[in-house]
């Protein structure tokens, strides 16, 4: 049997900012994005009291995370699910209000490393990336239907490729003759297309098309921007939001929903705030903290990492 790994990133750092809201009775910690559970694992162990629910979109990364965490028995409940329906997972759980929510989000090393599933440019695999295979369409699917216009969008946007429209343009060419099916004719296309001088300094030719790929058949932007303010939402006084981004846009939604749940909504010029209208939140972190240079030497995934933190203060 292969066993997966996924290193977690800043790990006690997340533990030290979720353990104090999980340091009572009754605690829920949401993990929203569970992967192989290695989160999950060191908070339950450090926070005795606590219980879990485990989201993933995943069935794969699901299955594992289970086995990982079945010694912590009935503290542990698993649920695929998409975060952008928190509310409702909450709802069904029967749980009003949680003490900690933990996202961190992108793909996990079980989705990079398993080459059927697409997301890797260094193996061979048919060009899926769907995190949820049970539904919405595959990479292949948008590199044959989308336009050359919105291939661009999504390359230049996602990927920030400054030859988003030159691929764009040789991929609706290429797929006039035979559709795509397998990463490697992918990887094929951007070699010989991007010049090889940029290709000598810029990376692998197809990691910022393959990262564009799959943040659009994922929708990893809107489940963002609807699953932060859910969170907001579901904790209660004295519980906290982390969020660990490793991509600039993502970071950004992360940051604005932060900052408006910081502020007062009060006027500028009132005397005294009144405490309707005093802030809900207050932030734990300054600015986007990132991991230091021996982690990311450890592991490579840390380099991007942007991470962020709130407590509620009030109701
Ligand atoms: C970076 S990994 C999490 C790794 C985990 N913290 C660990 O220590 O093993 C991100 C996980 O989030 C999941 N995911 C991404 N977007 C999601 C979404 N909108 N809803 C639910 N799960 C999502 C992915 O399937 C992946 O397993």
């Known amino acids: 049997?292969?066993?997966?790994?996924?290193?977690?990133?800043?790990?006690?750092?997340?533990?030290?900012?979720?353990?104090?809201?999980?340091?009572?009775?009754?605690?829920?910690?949401?993990?929203?994005?569970?992967?192989?559970?290695?989160?999950?694992?060191?908070?339950?162990?450090?926070?005795?009291?606590?219980?879990?629910?485990g989201l993933d979109r995943d069935q794969a990364a699901l299955q594992i995370a289970k086995s990982r965490l079945a010694p912590f028995g009935e503290r542990v409940t698993t649920i695929q699910a998409n975060y952008s329906e928190l509310t409702t997972v909450l709802q069904n759980e029967k749980t009003n209000k949680v003490s900690a929510v933990l996202f961190d989000l992108g793909v996990s090393s079980l989705q990079l490393d398993e080459p059927d599933r697409g997301f890797a440019y260094r193996h061979e695999g048919p060009l899926d990336m769907r995190m949820d295979q049970s539904s919405g369409e595959s990479a292949a699917e948008v590199l044959n239907n989308y336009s050359a216009t919105e291939l661009t969008r999504v390359l230049r946007v996602y990927g920030e490729e400054r030859f988003a429209a030159k691929i764009a343009a040789a991929i609706v060419n290429r797929r006039a003759q035979l559709p795509f099916t397998t990463s490697t004719e992918l990887v094929e296309l951007l070699y010989s297309v991007i010049p090889a001088a940029v290709r000598r300094t810029g990376g692998h030719p197809a990691k910022r098309t393959f990262q564009a790929l799959r943040m659009e058949v994922n929708e990893e932007l809107m489940g963002v921007k609807e699953g932060i303010p859910q969170a907001l939402t579901a904790v209660e006084v004295g519980g906290r939001?982390?969020?660990?981004?490793?991509?600039?846009?993502?970071?950004?939604?992360?940051?604005?929903?932060?900052?408006?749940?910081?502020?007062?909504?009060?006027?500028?010029?009132?005397?005294?705030?009144?405490?309707?209208?005093?802030?809900?939140?207050?932030?734990?972190?300054?600015?986007?903290?990132?991991?230091?240079?021996?982690?990311?030497?450890?592991?490579?995934?840390?380099?991007?990492?942007?991470?962020?933190?709130?407590?509620?203060?009030?109701?």
């Open 1 to 53: 049997m292969t066993t997966f790994q996924h290193v977690p990133v800043l790990l006690s750092r997340v533990v030290d900012l979720l353990a104090p809201a999980l340091a009572k009775p009754g605690a829920v910690l949401v993990d929203c994005t569970l992967g192989l559970g290695g989160h999950s694992v060191a908070v339950l162990s450090a926070c005795p009291q606590a219980r879990l629910i």
């Open 241 to 315: 939001v982390v969020v660990e981004s490793y991509h600039s846009l993502e970071d950004r939604m992360v940051k604005r929903a932060f900052a408006n749940a910081t502020q007062s909504g009060a006027p500028t010029d009132l005397p005294v705030v009144p405490d309707a209208w005093q802030p809900r939140f207050r932030l734990l972190t300054k600015g986007g903290e990132k991991a230091d240079s021996a982690e990311v030497q450890r592991n490579p995934r840390a380099a991007s990492v942007r991470l962020r933190a709130v407590e509620r203060v009030a109701a």
